[in-house]
């Protein structure tokens, strides 16, 4: 039984092109092996598995996956090396240089890859795997250790949400503190009638520096 079998069972494959009709794309054990030797990183086996069962595509909730054997479809959606080449050319420093990404999703700035040093199972080739360049997260953001983990507790099981309702309630409550020192600072403006001299205030989000003077 392969690692994929029961999530098929559970999922309705449609395979379509832009026209409606049937158009299955699955990549071969060469284009899979094609990637590895252009790019030098050995792709995790659940994966590979996943590629030759499912292909590229997109689950209902906007997840995107990408694998390698499609560079003639200009879509970086779809081809993973094309895909990697698309963002290594806009992001060539920085952070997120060594990660492969793989996977996008939609009404979601942002990238999940792997981090070829962060190696999870060596028996299997599994690494780490990362949210990269997220729209409300700072730096790589570890969400789990292998793939198989990755789509079945991240994707389906809720992991995703979990995370960002707690990356909510984390905002939610700097809201709240940044409120509380705002109203204790305008009590405090209000009680003396003045700024100290000198003294340099900084507004929330650091939008705008107010500098302090006398005012009587």
Same mark, same amino acid.
């Given at each position: 039984?392969?690692?994929?079998?029961?999530?098929?069972? $559970?999922? =309705?494959?449609?395979?379509?092109?832009?026209?409606?009709?049937?158009? =299955?794309?699955?990549?071969?054990?060469?284009?899979?092996?094609?990637?590895?030797?252009?790019? @030098?990183?050995?792709?995790?086996?659940?994966? $590979?598995?996943?590629? $030759?069962?499912?292909?590229?595509?997109?689950?209902?909730?906007?997840?995107?996956?990408?694998?390698?054997?499609?560079?003639?479809?200009?879509?970086?959606?779809?081809?993973?090396?094309?895909? !990697?080449?698309?963002?290594?050319?806009?992001?060539?420093? @920085?952070? &997120?240089? !060594?990660?492969?990404?793989?996977? @996008?999703?939609?009404?979601?700035? *942002? &990238?999940?890859?792997?981090?070829?040093?962060?190696?999870?199972?060596?028996?299997?080739?599994?690494?780490?795997? &990362?949210?990269?360049?997220?729209?409300?997260?700072?730096?790589?953001?570890?969400?789990?250790?292998?793939?198989?983990?990755?789509?079945?507790?991240? =994707?389906?099981?809720?992991?995703?949400?979990?995370?960002?309702? @707690?990356?909510?309630?984390?905002?939610? *409550?700097? !809201?709240?503190?940044?409120?509380?020192?705002?109203?204790?600072?305008?009590?405090?403006?209000?009680?003396?009638?003045?700024?100290?001299?000198?003294?340099?205030?900084? &507004?929330?989000? !650091? =939008?705008?520096?107010?500098?302090?003077?006398?005012? *009587?």
């Amino acid at each position: 039984m392969g690692v994929w079998d029961d999530l098929k069972k $559970r999922l =309705v494959v449609i395979y379509v092109d832009s026209m409606g009709s049937d158009k =299955v794309l699955k990549p071969k054990v060469k284009d899979l092996d094609h990637f590895e030797r252009e790019s @030098g990183f050995r792709l995790p086996d659940d994966y $590979r598995e996943f590629a $030759r069962m499912f292909g590229p595509g997109k689950f209902d909730a906007g997840w995107k996956f990408a694998t390698p054997g499609f560079p003639n479809i200009k879509s970086y959606d779809v081809d993973l090396a094309l895909l !990697n080449h698309q963002i290594q050319s806009q992001k060539a420093t @920085g952070l &997120y240089q !060594n990660f492969f990404r793989f996977c @996008g999703k939609e009404d979601f700035q *942002g &990238y999940w890859g792997w981090n070829p040093e962060d190696v999870t199972d060596p028996d299997t080739h599994d690494y780490g795997i &990362y949210l990269l360049m997220g729209d409300r997260y700072d730096g790589p953001h570890k969400v789990a250790s292998t793939f198989h983990v990755f789509v079945i507790s991240y =994707v389906f099981g809720g992991g995703f949400e979990r995370q960002e309702e @707690g990356r909510k309630k984390k905002k939610k *409550g700097q !809201n709240e503190k940044r409120g509380r020192n705002e109203r204790a600072w305008r009590t405090e403006l209000a009680r003396t009638h003045q700024f100290r001299p000198g003294y340099l205030l900084t &507004y929330r989000f !650091n =939008v705008a520096r107010w500098r302090g003077c006398d005012v *009587g």
